[in-house]
Nanobody
Framework: QVQLVESGGGLVQAGGSLRLSCAAS????????MGWFRQAPGKEREFVAA????????YSADSVKGRFTASRDNAKGTVYLQMNSLKPEDTAVYYC?????????????????WGQGTQVTVSS
């Protein structure tokens, strides 16, 4: 199993920036993708961004493209989500998660280990 610990959420004004961290431990050799998802009250969990563990290739949802970037610190086994130009509609609980190969990186059902979630609130 992979254990994930998130940090970095908070309250920020629109246009501001935050960086979320997700530290992975345990059976990290099983990780193929690490993804970021978010869930706002009353809405379904949605894909935000992902990074391929081995070569650090990144993906992002159209709603955050050009504003959010996933990255990985190999030495620390930590993945970051840099969020710039934040908007009130980005307000949600953000989760990191990991999965193996062969399944769609953008589907939450494909992920088998999840962090505890961290709240991001963007005020207008």
């Amino acid at each position: 199993q992979v254990q994930l610990v998130e940090s970095g959420g908070g309250l920020v004004q629109a246009g501001g920036s935050l960086r979320l961290s997700c530290a992975a431990s345990g059976r990290t050799e099983r990780i193929y993708h690490m993804g970021w998802f978010r869930q706002a009250p009353g809405k379904e969990r949605e894909f935000v961004a992902a990074i391929r563990w081995g070569d650090r290739y990144t993906y992002s949802a159209d709603s955050v493209k050009g504003r959010f970037t996933a990255s990985r610190d190999n030495a620390k086994g930590t993945v970051y989500l840099q969020m710039n130009s934040l908007k009130p509609e980005d307000t949600a609980v953000y989760y990191c998660a990991t999965k193996g190969p062969y399944t769609d990186y953008s589907k939450s059902w494909a992920y088998d280990s999840w962090g505890q979630g961290t709240q991001v609130t963007v005020s207008s």
